[in-house]
């Protein structure tokens, strides 16, 4: 098996094979940093670096302008006091090594003194500033960051939501905003770092030109070491990440409430936490083997820093012994290596977490322009009234995907307003896309989708979405009360009780909240305290009466009675008929064909394409798809049943 970059190589273990049905390495959105990361040089990582600060300084201004001006100022201001304070402690050992009477010499060596101490407790009263403020930015950053997330992740399109690519980058981005927490931090350490640097530096060349090349030599190792592990865990974490999704997937199965019946019944339990051993088996062993390359490194740069100090003091005593450099000189010079070498290890590690971090933060503003440019249009040209009719003209649409044909081809066919519209057909017909297109959900490939006259690709989406109430075949079930799964319709005008009673009654549902044991109070959530859970056809009935409060010109309703009994589906079919007496359109799709004849209008679909229009006493007679998929039907409640055979 071909190696890795980097030697990371993991096996393909068995539950990978068994849950993806291959080894885990397809393109994950985490692979969008693989170029970025290949990038993850001391090189790169400087020349990044500036674009990486003003980035984080943009997000904590953004949060909370004066919190992020402290921060630098504080920060700045204590890389400031460090050189001040190089300079103050070199004046006092020069006063303490010059010639003359100790005392003397101490009373000259007081200013310096009290300068290092005012250095110190100016630098103390900085970084609780900074910290205080840096407490302050961190929870707003992550705030602004992941608000701005949900908010464009729910304005998309549904297409884009159900997109592939824009899926994984939605999975991916979420972990930008508590990445953007961190860079606070990170930044601001960085930024002080950068400057005790400089400053420790200037102060190495004022005392002597020879000193710059010795800190640098002996911090190098450090950099060095820091880089290699980092891209190391960086590398792994990539080839990872699949494995360590799928270890979490088979945990979240095994405590779920809606796998809990069959992991008892099939006995499926032993079988999934045999595969959540080997996953977590060989990924200890990947975490092993990080720990081991990390203490290799770390030993051959402790010994490249141990023989580069070596040289450095060296060098200082032979700078001293040849006259070219004062004692005093020597010792500030051993304190400022010692403050630059601490300052750049420093810089060298929040640097690289920094430009981490910056990848992910990367996803999040990928993230936020590609669902900008895919977000659902806001104005638009405004929709009739009081439309007649909607009429769909040659109107195709395919799935992304490799369909091996359009879910709907060339579909014509009216919708007339104030009916009751069914939609007839085969599985996989088309009857839930040609009413996703209607709703707006999807726009068509090709072909128009009229409001009267006005073209729904151009039409205002929000006055479409006012019009249309759907209960889909899986409509959402929220983990609320009663109450708010109705209301919850239209969450954008205030509840009120009287609406609330009428939808309701309109979905006969009435009898489903007397039964719950808080009435519309109750919360329908068994995973919570005093949660209850209801039986598949008294959610329909609750579906129905959210769709039914929304008020919708039109109300779509997909497989309304798939989870009824008998009795509650004739009166749901009476209840719809009901409401399309009153003027509301209805647009129907069932299995159910005997409910069917109180159609106004019934499309039969096939395959995508419209086969038969019209009432459903002219199909039955024209015995086209439409009178032999209802005789079907019909034969099986007039067949008979064969009697058992007697011995
Ligand atoms: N979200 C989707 N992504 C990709 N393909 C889809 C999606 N939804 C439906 N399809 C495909 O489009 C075709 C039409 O599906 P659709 O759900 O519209 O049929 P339907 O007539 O409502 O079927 P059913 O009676 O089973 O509900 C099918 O081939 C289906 O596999």
């Known amino acids: 098996m071909a190696k890795k970059r980097g030697g990371v190589d993991p096996e393909v273990s068995e539950s990978e094979r068994l849950l993806f049905g291959g080894p885990l390495r397809y393109d994950m959105g985490w692979n969008q940093h693989h170029d970025a990361f290949l990038e993850l040089s001391l090189r790169a990582m400087v020349r990044r670096l500036p674009s990486l600060l003003a980035e984080s300084f943009r997000l904590a201004w953004q949060a909370d302008r004066r919190a992020a001006r402290t921060v630098l100022a504080a920060e700045v201001a204590r890389g400031l006091a460090q050189a001040v304070g190089l300079l103050a402690v070199n004046s006092v050992l020069g006063r303490l090594i010059a010639g003359g009477a100790l005392e003397e010499r101490l009373r000259g060596a007081v200013p310096a003194l009290v300068a290092m101490t005012a250095v110190m407790v100016v630098s103390t009263l900085l970084r609780a500033a900074s910290t205080y403020a840096t407490g302050r930015l961190e929870p707003k950053v992550e705030r602004v960051a992941t608000t701005l997330y949900l908010e464009r992740a729910a304005a998309v399109e549904l297409s884009a939501i159900e997109d592939h690519a824009f899926h994984k980058l939605l999975d991916t981005a979420q972990y930008g905003a508590a990445s953007a927490r961190r860079m606070i931090a990170y930044s601001a350490r960085v930024v002080n770092a950068a400057i005790s640097l400089i400053a420790a530096a200037g102060v190495l060349t004022v005392l002597h030109p020879a000193l710059l090349p010795l800190l640098a030599t002996m911090t190098l190792p450090s950099a060095w070491s820091a880089l290699t592990n980092a891209r190391r865990r960086y590398e792994s974490f990539h080839t990872w990440v699949q494995h360590a999704r799928a270890g979490h997937l088979i945990s979240g199965l095994l405590t779920e409430p809606a796998a809990a019946p069959e992991i008892r019944l099939h006995d499926v339990g032993p079988f999934l ?88 933060v990367g996803d999040l503003q990928r993230l936020y322009t590609e669902a900008a440019e895919r977000a659902i249009p806001v104005g638009g040209e405004p929709l009739p009234e009081d439309p007649r009719e909607v009429r769909f003209e040659h109107v195709s649409f395919s799935y992304p995907g490799d369909a091996a044909r359009p879910a709907l081809d060339d579909v014509t066919l009216t919708l007339p307003l104030g009916r009751i519209v069914a939609l007839v057909g085969e599985n996989g017909s088309g009857k839930t896309t040609l009413v996703k297109l209607l709703a707006g959900l999807y726009t068509p490939d090709r072909g128009r989708i009229l409001w009267d006259d006005v073209d729904a690709a151009g039409a205002d989406r929000h006055q479409l979405a006012e019009r249309v109430a759907m209960v889909a075949q899986d409509f959402k079930r929220w983990p609320f009360t009663a109450r708010v799964n109705v209301a919850v319709g239209r969450s954008s005008a205030p509840l009120t ?10 979905a006969g549902a009435q009898e489903v909240v007397a039964d719950l ?56 079919f009476d209840k719809i008929r009901a409401l399309a007496s009153a003027g509301q359109t209805v647009v129907l799709i069932t299995h159910r ?55």
């Open 273 to 360: 936490l045999r595969h959540y051993r080997a996953m977590a088996e060989t990924a200890e062993a990947e975490q092993a083997r990080l720990a081991a390359l990390a203490a290799r490194t770390g030993l051959v740069a402790a010994a490249w820093t141990g023989l580069a100090a070596v040289a450095t003091y060296a060098t200082l005593g032979a700078l001293l012994l040849a006259g070219a450099m004062a004692l005093a000189v020597a010792g500030t010079a051993v304190i400022a290596i010692r403050t630059g070498s601490s300052s750049l290890d420093t810089l060298v590690l929040e640097v690289n977490a920094l430009h981490e971090e910056a990848l992910f």
């Open 593 to 647: 064909l005997a409910s069917v004849r109180h159609a106004d209008l019934v499309h039969v679909l096939d395959q995508g394409r419209l086969v038969e229009s019209g009432t459903p006493d002219g199909l039955l007679a024209t015995g086209g798809l439409y009178a032999e998929l209802y005789a079907l039907q019909a034969e099986q409640f007039t067949a008979r049943v064969p009697a058992p055979e007697a011995g």
């Open 517 to 572: 044991p808080h009435g519309l109070d109750t919360l329908l959530a068994r995973q919570f305290n005093g949660g209850h859970e209801m039986s598949g056809g008294q959610w329909q009935r609750l579906g129905i009466a959210r769709a039914a409060y929304r008020r919708g010109r039109i109300l779509i309703v997909d497989e309304p009675t798939a989870a009824l009994d008998a009795r509650a589906e004739v009166e749901v």
């Open 497 to 506: 009780e009287e609406r609330l009673a009428e939808s309701l009654a309109e």
